[in-house]
C-alpha cells in the first residue's frame, strides 16, 4: 500500500508543480500542460513497469542475479530506460505541443535534468512524512 501510495503522490504534486510552473514558462495553456501530464504520467507509469519487468528477464535470462545490482548495472539501467522513455515521449510532446523535432527534445531534456532532481526532493520529503516501521533485524544477520 505505501508504494501505491508513494507513485500516487509523487505523481499528482508533480503534475501540479509542472501546470503551475510550465504555461507561463512555455507560453502553452494550462489545460495543454495539465493533459500533456496526465499522458506523461501514464507513459511513464505504464513504460517503467514494463521496462523493469523486461530488465529482469533480461538479467535472469543472462544468468545474473536481480540483486544485489552493481553499480554498472545500474547505470545501463537508468540510461536505458531514458533513452526508450525519450522515444516515446518525444513524438507526443511534438504532436500534443505542436513543437517542433528540436523543440520537444529541448524539453524532454529539461525533464531528464528535473525530474531526478523532483524525484529526489520528493523521496526525502516522502521518507519524512511517511516513514517506513522499523524491523529488528533476525538473530542470524546480527552475527
Avoid at 72 to 97: G, S, Y
Wanted: proline share 8%; glycine share 4%.
Amino acid at each position: 500500500m505505501d508504494r501505491i501510495r508513494h507513485t500516487l503522490l509523487f505523481e499528482a504534486v508533480l503534475m501540479v508543480l509542472l501546470i503551475l510552473i510550465l504555461p507561463p514558462l512555455l507560453g502553452v495553456s494550462v489545460q495543454k500542460i495539465g493533459g500533456l501530464s496526465v499522458i506523461m504520467s501514464m507513459l511513464a507509469m505504464g513504460s517503467n513497469f514494463a521496462y523493469n519487468v523486461m530488465f529482469d528477464k533480461i538479467l535472469l535470462a543472462l544468468g545474473k542475479p536481480l540483486l544485489p545490482r552493481p553499480f554498472i548495472t545500474r547505470a545501463v539501467h537508468a540510461v536505458c530506460f531514458e533513452l526508450l522513455f525519450a522515444a516515446l515521449t518525444i513524438p507526443v510532446i511534438m504532436w500534443w505541443l505542436n513543437f517542433t523535432f528540436i523543440e520537444a527534445i529541448i524539453y524532454d531534456a529539461g525533464f531528464l535534468v528535473g525530474i531526478p532532481v523532483y524525484a529526489f526532493l520528493f523521496n526525502l520529503t516522502y521518507d519524512t512524512v511517511f516513514p517506513l516501521p522499523q524491523h529488528p533485524v533476525p538473530a542470524e544477520q546480527n552475527s
